[in-house]
T-cell receptor, first 109, second 115 residues
Framework: DAKTTQPNSMESNEEEPVHLPCNHS???????IHWYRQLPSQGPEYVIH???SNVNNRMASLAIAEDRKSSTLILHRATLRDAAVYYC??????????FGKGTTLSVSS | DTEVTQTPKHLVMGMTNKKSLKCEQH?????MYWYKQKAKKPPELMFV???????INESVPSRFSPECPNSSLLNLHLHALQPEDSALYLC??????????????FGPGTRLTVL
């Protein structure tokens, strides 16, 4: 499986935007980029996914570099509830998710 | 209903016990998964069921035995576990695995302690 590299931890203030980076220099043309997050004491939950173009949904935006070797998850206004471990995962269609270490996001009021 | 339920929430068992973890979904999903998560680590894939058939076994020891009795239910039978098997066991489901990209829905997990 193609690997991803994320910072171990990041900090943010409430109501400020957060940019979570992910490097995936060995990404293949058929790899999708997924983001999941895991809130404390819960199972992971889907955030967003994309292939080549930037994507927006009600939770976040995904910005994908033109060469697809990196991507950024953008939370537009962080809240305390966004404190979680964020996982950037590469997978091909029809394959199971393999989680990497993720980024622990702390949000301060 | 977009929920995956897991029972029990907590389980304590001895190394000679036999127990089972249960997972249920009613979203019509045809793919179901078991993951194991140790403290402060990411979830590790254990098993994948696709259309009630085991499609992936990530070299999991035989003391873990999965079962998919129907498309809504997934069990994980435990026997002769070791203390290092203590972890959070997560179940997930998705529409299918054969093609396309489908969101995986995760349950809250069963916290297992092996004494």
């Amino acid at each position: 499986d193609a690997k991803t590299t994320q910072p171990n931890s990041m900090e943010s203030n409430e109501e400020e935007p957060v940019h979570l980076p992910c490097n995936h220099s060995t990404i293949s043309g058929t790899d999708y980029i997924h983001w999941y997050r895991q809130l404390p004491s819960q199972g992971p939950e889907y955030v967003i996914h994309g292939l080549t173009s930037n994507v927006n949904n009600r939770m976040a935006s995904l910005a994908i570099a033109e060469d697809r070797k990196s991507s950024t998850l953008i939370l537009h206004r962080a809240t305390l509830r966004d404190a979680a471990v964020y996982y950037c995962i590469l997978s091909q269609a029809g394959t199971a998710l393999i989680f990497g270490k993720g980024t622990t996001l702390s949000v301060s009021s | 209903d977009t929920e995956v339920t897991q029972t029990p929430k907590h389980l304590v068992m001895g190394m000679t016990n036999k127990k089972s973890l249960k997972c249920e979904q009613h979203m019509g999903h045809r793919a179901m998964y078991w993951y194991k998560q140790k403290a402060k680590k990411p979830p590790e894939l254990m098993f994948v069921y696709s259309y009630e058939k085991l499609s992936i076994n990530e070299s999991v020891p035989s003391r873990f035995s999965p079962e998919c009795p129907n498309s809504s239910l997934l069990n994980l039978h435990l026997h002769a576990l070791q203390p290092e098997d203590s972890a959070l066991y997560l179940c997930a489901s998705s529409q299918e695995t054969t093609s396309g990209i489908y969101e995986q829905f995760f349950g809250p997990g069963t916290r297992l302690t092996v004494l």
